[in-house]
């Protein structure tokens, strides 16, 4: 009997418990936050991760689900209002990405300069999406763009040593037919550059002398034959994350050189435009019959 007694006291005691738990649950949640937030940021931080994976792979619809729902957890990070702007401009969103900008504007305020950084990106890349869409329906694209030099501009002020953007703002400058200020930015931005047009060939040297150090041998002469050879490497073969940064990096060079070149060419200074066009083809011989589309484009 004593025995019932007692779990009946037990059980008693176990559902007084739950009503306090429920009670100072209600009436004051903050401590359960408190200790459910250290999992709701890496729930947030791993939705973010896997959004910004998808925007790298170009899989823009997906990338917003994912950073929707690092928001809904994560309410005031720059960070995501930052990217997800980017996406929405991407699939033409335009009205999305101009309220998740002024998100980033919002909470950037007194905040350090990578995120102004981001804050001026994203306002360049959409203000020159709104441009190509203008010039498609056939209206005047030309205040989309200055908007868009400005903020790049701006970024460029803040950092530097981002060549990406500096030829961003040079295209533009070249669009809108500064040449003399768009000349002086692809040169300034190309000396910058010359480590770019070894990074290839250097990065495969390096994974050539880890597969000697691993005793690897095969790899390694396989590797051989293609940094000796001059076919054209396929990228595909070589999946990994510096290979795809490098590829970009030689698209963006050779299509500075390219632009370089027609700057030059089209205001007579051909021996330069000469120069700039070679550079061009060492990077990407592909692009020999833009080169030859230039030269036909201008009469002199």
Do not use: H
Request: with cysteine; aromatic share 14%.
């Amino acid at each position: 009997m004593k025995t019932d007694k007692f779990i009946s006291y037990i059980i008693l005691s176990f559902y007084l418990i739950l009503i306090i738990f429920g009670i100072t649950t209600l009436f004051s949640p903050d401590w359960l936050k408190e200790i459910s937030e250290p999992g709701r940021k890496t729930e947030a931080s791993t939705s973010f991760e896997y959004a910004n994976r998808l925007m790298y792979e170009g899989n823009f619809e997906l990338a917003i689900s994912y950073y929707n729902d690092a928001l809904k957890i994560d309410k005031d990070n720059r960070n995501i209002y930052g990217n997800l702007s980017i996406a929405y401009t991407k699939t033409g969103n335009f009205e999305m990405a101009e309220s998740c900008i002024k998100e980033v504007e919002r909470l950037n305020k007194g905040l350090d300069s990578t995120a102004l950084f981001i804050y001026y990106i994203s306002r360049a890349d959409l203000e020159t999406a709104k441009a190509k869409k203008l010039k498609v329906q056939g209206l005047n694209e030309v205040e989309n763009l200055k908007n868009a030099q400005d903020y790049y501009f701006k970024a460029i002020n803040l950092m530097p040593f981002d060549l990406s953007i500096r030829y961003k703002y040079c295209s533009l400058t070249m669009q809108l037919n500064d040449d003399s200020t768009a000349i002086a930015g692809y040169k300034e931005a190309l000396a910058k550059d010359r480590r770019s047009e070894t990074f290839y060939f250097s990065s495969l040297y390096d994974e050539y002398l880890t597969f000697i150090a691993n005793g690897d041998y095969d790899k390694s002469e396989s590797l051989s034959a293609i940094i000796n050879s001059n076919e054209k490497v396929e990228w595909s073969r070589y999946d990994t994350i510096s290979f795809k940064l490098n590829e970009k990096s030689q698209k963006e060079t050779a299509n500075a050189y390219l632009n370089l070149g027609e700057l030059l060419y089209r205001n007579m200074d051909f021996e330069q435009a000469d120069i700039a066009f070679d550079n061009c083809t060492k990077i990407n011989p592909e692009l020999i019959n833009n080169i030859i589309a230039i030269k036909e484009k201008y009469i002199f």
